[in-house]
């Protein structure tokens, strides 16, 4: 079972950035369509962003459009999230997932087979 490891979360001011990785032991990523997903206290997980196996499409959710960027780089075996105009509302659990299938789009939960456990990210003041 691929094995995701999320990492970069942190405490941020509003307006503020991050960068967040995903990262996978044993397994080559390049194989897999990467998405990140975020579930804020009492809401439900909701997606973010996903690229393709190449990098070559890359989809986000429309409240992130235009402040976050998904990127890869598979010679390090690592799926990027850049975070930027970060607002409290973006506060949440941040998550990476993997599926060897093609999505057009960011796509479900329900459509992403390996989960890491999540990195938190808080925008505050």
């Known amino acids: 079972q691929l094995q995701l490891v999320e990492s970069g979360g942190g405490l941020v001011q509003p307006g503020g950035s991050l960068t967040l990785s995903c990262t996978a032991s044993?397994?080559?990523?390049?194989?897999?369509?990467i998405g990140w997903f975020r579930q804020a206290p009492g809401k439900e997980r909701e997606g973010v962003a996903s690229?393709?196996?190449?990098?070559?499409?890359?989809y986000y959710e429309d409240s992130v459009k235009d402040r976050f960027t998904i990127s890869r780089d598979n010679v390090k075996n690592i799926v990027y999230l850049r975070l930027s105009s970060l607002q409290p509302e973006d506060t949440a659990v941040y998550y990476c997932?993997?599926?060897?299938?093609?999505?057009?789009?960011?796509?479900?939960?329900?459509?992403?087979?390996?989960w890491g456990q999540g990195t938190q990210v808080t925008v505050s003041s």
């Open positions: 997932a993997a599926t060897l299938k093609g999505i057009g789009g960011v796509g479900g939960p329900i459509e992403y087979d390996d």
């Open positions: 044993r397994f080559d990523l390049d194989y897999y369509t």
């Open positions: 690229i393709s196996r190449t990098g070559e499409r890359t």
